[in-house]
């Protein structure tokens, strides 16, 4: 992770580790659940990334 990084960031990287460690299953949708009680998303990621590289946001 670069420096760089914010939550979103963090967000997909450990909702991606979950599922490839536990699945789909129970554990692995509770790390994403987590995340999305915290208002923080995978598409709060993606938009972080467009916007890191130059490309426009969609609204």
């Known amino acids: 992770m670069s420096a760089q990084a914010q939550f979103a960031n963090v967000a997909a990287g450990t909702v991606a580790a ?6 789909k299953g129970e554990k692995g ?4 659940a987590a995340w999305q009680e915290v208002s923080v998303t995978r598409a709060a990621a993606a ?3 467009r916007q890191q590289s130059g490309q426009p946001q969609e609204v």
């Open 18 to 23: 979950a599922m490839v460690c536990y699945g």
């Open 29 to 32: 949708r509770a790390v994403q």
């Open 47 to 49: 938009g972080l990334l």
